[in-house]
């Protein structure tokens, strides 16, 4: 006997089954409208400034007087909102997370624990816009270290904005002037660099892949490749970490000294053509930028590829 009832509750049923559907794909829909709406703040607080995105915290710039450097920390992505990256430890007690730095240049150390053996100091960081589509710091930091003049002061801007609501941005451009003759010696520390937060880490699970493709430490070290992308698989979902450099760079694309424990380094004091030194003049200016992407998805989710296109024409 066929139930005069069903008929209405197969009809409701599916009624309310389109209804769910319609508002989940209006809900996904809205993601990204939303990020490019969420006001993006920055506020000082003592020696660092810390950058909300909507209502989650992303990152806070650090240049407190007993660091050896400023830097980023956390970074945190929009999946988990925990930090894509990590820091120092006892083993690699000079990885701070997101930075700038460098050893050997003119005898001193502006990389490794130890503040006597060089610092980079901020001298000028203000937040110059607090808040809107972007915010944007600059600072102003002066290489120094004990009795010894200082070889190299820097002017950097960084702007941070969210392209999407699974994708937050930090723009890192920085202007180094050469104060006197520099010498840098070969090093493997030297420059822009990120210690990946161990949930996304080779060892871990993880996937660290350059721009051509190429996966893993043994495959990207010394490689010339635009971007290296990090991601892995945490409990809310994928995530990842892409450092790019800017065709408009010195050196680029700059060789990669990675790890699978979790490095990344465009670094071109590695592979020097002399291999043995980077010698700047007093008064040349050195000119670089970075774009890191901290994103929802894998690389291929994520658009990596077309993302660095849109890098490359700005």
């Not at 992505?77 to 000079?94: A, D, I, K, L």
């Not at 003119?106 to 809107?132: D, F, P, T, V």
């Not at 996304?200 to 990207?220: D, F």
């Amino acid at each position: 006997m066929i139930n005069p009832v069903s008929p209405f509750i197969t009809k409701r049923f599916i009624f309310t089954r389109m209804k769910y559907l319609l508002i989940t794909i209006l809900s996904l829909g809205c993601c990204c409208s939303y990020a490019q709406q969420a006001t993006i703040a920055a506020t000082r607080t003592g020696n660092r400034i810390d950058v909300t995105i909507g209502n989650h915290f992303f990152t806070s710039y650090h240049f407190a007087d007993n660091e050896k450097y400023p830097f980023f920390y956390p970074v945190n992505g929009p999946v988990s909102g925990g930090s894509v990256t990590s820091m120092r430890n006892g083993e690699y007690p000079h990885h701070s997370s997101l930075f700038f730095a460098c050893d050997r240049v003119n005898g001193g150390n502006y990389w490794q624990e130890g503040l006597e053996r060089g610092r980079i100091i901020s001298i000028g960081a203000r937040i110059i816009e607090e808040k809107g589509e972007r915010v944007v710091i600059e600072d102003e930091c002066i290489w120094k270290r004990p009795d010894a003049a200082s070889p190299i002061i820097d002017k950097r801007k960084i702007t941070i904005s969210a392209p999407s609501g699974n994708c937050y941005q930090i723009d890192f451009d920085i202007e180094m002037e050469m104060l006197m003759d520099v010498t840098i010696l070969k090093t493997n520390h030297s420059l822009f660099s990120a210690r990946i937060d161990p949930d996304l880490t080779v060892k871990q699970g993880g996937v660290m892949i350059n721009s051509e493709g190429k996966e893993g430490e043994k495959a990207t070290f010394g490689v010339a490749s635009p971007w290296i992308d990090c991601y892995g698989t945490r409990k809310t979902g994928v995530e990842g970490i892409v450092i790019m450099q800017h065709p408009s760079n010195r050196w680029y694309p700059s060789p990669w000294f990675t790890r699978d424990y979790g490095f990344i380094s465009p670094t071109p004091m590695y592979w020097p053509e002399n291999d043995k030194e980077t010698q700047l003049k007093k008064g040349e200016v050195v000119r670089l930028r970075y774009r890191v992407l901290v994103h929802a998805g894998d690389t291929k989710q994520a658009g990596i590829a077309s993302e660095f296109e849109k890098y490359k024409s700005e």
